[in-house]
């Protein structure tokens, strides 16, 4: 577990956000971010575009945690937004495979307010892992 902590704080501080690792386990990864103002939009909620980001980079280390341990590329991915989160809300990033077969990962990523439970966004994200 601390060798994939290290990494994943690599990986999040690389791409300039900062979530907190919850929890690990095979084909699963929750995380927690506690918005603040240069996570928003002009509106002072939680950006369409870092959610997607989200998304892409937690259902990755999901990935990560599989025994195949790849990360895959995208080939696919949505995103429902379902309510606002704001400044100084935490957001519960949990992440979880679905399937993963010779060629292709599908993973569920849910986004959820930790103070209200109200799912904020929901994501799906399909990856190619090579052949």
């Known amino acids: 577990m601390s060798l994939l902590h290290n990494f994943i704080n690599f990986i999040i501080e690389l791409r300039g956000f900062f979530v907190t690792l919850v929890s690990a386990a095979p084909g699963k990864v929750t995380c927690e971010l506690r ?6 939009n002009k509106l002072g909620t939680l950006h369409g575009g870092l959610t997607a ?15 195949r341990a790849l990360p895959g590329v995208s080939v696919d991915m949505n995103i429902t937004y379902m309510s606002p989160a704001k400044i100084g809300e935490v957001v519960v990033i949990t992440a979880q495979i679905l399937k993963q077969g010779r060629t292709l990962a599908f993973a569920s990523v849910d986004l959820t307010n930790k103070t209200t439970g109200k799912l904020v966004a929901q994501g799906r994200h399909t990856k190619h892992l090579g052949s």
Do not use: G, K, P, R
């Open 35 to 40: 918005v603040e103002e240069e996570h928003t």
């Open 53 to 67: 980001t989200l998304v892409d980079s937690i259902s990755t280390m999901a990935l990560l945690c599989t025994e």
